[in-house]
């Protein structure tokens, strides 16, 4: 299976210390090796990196490893192919613009007997059922909120909706971002840590390597940071339930409307 991580905060921060975990799952502490990328928002713009190379041998990697891009959303995805070549077209996550936003994409599982009917508005190009699904969840909600991006509580129902359709064909944890906020959807393994005062120091379990936060931060600072396992062996990390829709804004879970009780949307069975 794919490897996750997504970063949401409330100020500008740079991921480097969880990707420099990240990175080593690539095909050194793990064995997704079928390519990798990066993509980071800032403002209205995306910065995206891909490499069909493992993550842990990759020179692209290294540089964004050492390059401290400040962003409010990150999405990263690490492969181990099981549909599509191994290939650029087919490295995630993906971007495509709706409502006049780029919108950021990456999946971890296997879709089985997906094969939706596309307008055409969106267009997969590479063979993934990751990327598919993608242009379904884009295209569907340009159909049903043709006027323009909905209040929240609407486009996160929405999404919940049709991530519960297209997870009956299979896996589907995913990484969703306009840049203004984060969905994670969780069908069977993702994790998150929200950091924020007292901060304190954090040791990674694929590099030894440690960072304290309290020399790094403020006291205002808070930043999530989900991924597929824990990246970390001293932090306590929360597990998604499966068959759960996240929104993470500033940094931290948030319910997605009024009669919500917890951050944690359930889908219904």
């Not at 006049?100 to 994409?105: A, E, I, P, S, T």
């Not at 909600?141 to 909706?161: M, Q, S, Y």
């Amino acid at each position: 299976m794919c490897q996750l991580l997504g970063m949401n905060c409330n100020t500008p921060t740079d991921i480097c210390f969880s990707f420099a975990g990240f990175q080593a799952r690539g095909g050194l502490t793990d064995v997704h090796g079928d390519g990798w990328g990066i993509a980071f928002f800032e403002g209205r713009g995306v910065r995206v990196f891909l490499d069909p190379k493992a993550s842990a041998h990759s020179p692209v990697a290294e540089l964004v490893r050492s390059y401290p891009i400040h962003s409010l959303n990150v999405i990263a995805h690490i492969r181990k192919a099981t549909q599509g070549f191994v290939s650029l077209e087919n490295t995630h996550p993906f971007q495509r613009e709706l409502w006049g936003r780029y919108w950021v994409f990456a999946h971890n599982g296997n879709l089985l007997d997906f094969a939706p009917v596309l307008r055409g508005d969106f267009q997969p190009v590479g063979q993934t059922d990751s990327e598919l699904a993608f242009c379904h969840l884009m295209e569907t909600l340009n159909r049903e909120f043709p006027a323009g991006e909905p209040p929240r509580v609407e486009l996160f129902a929405a999404i919940r909706r049709i991530a519960a359709d297209v997870g009956g064909h299979g896996e589907f944890n995913f990484l969703l971002s306009n840049g203004t906020c984060l969905f994670a959807h969780c069908a069977s393994r993702l994790t998150y840590i929200v950091r924020k005062a007292p901060f304190d120091e954090a040791h990674l379990k694929d590099q030894d390597i440690t960072v304290d936060f309290r020399q790094l931060t403020s006291p205002a600072d808070r930043v999530a940071i989900v991924a597929t396992t824990p990246l970390t062996d001293n932090e306590e990390w929360t597990t998604i339930p499966p068959g759960t829709l996240l929104l993470l804004e500033d940094g931290e879970p948030v319910n997605a409307g009024p009669a919500d009780t917890c951050p944690f949307i359930r889908e219904a069975v």
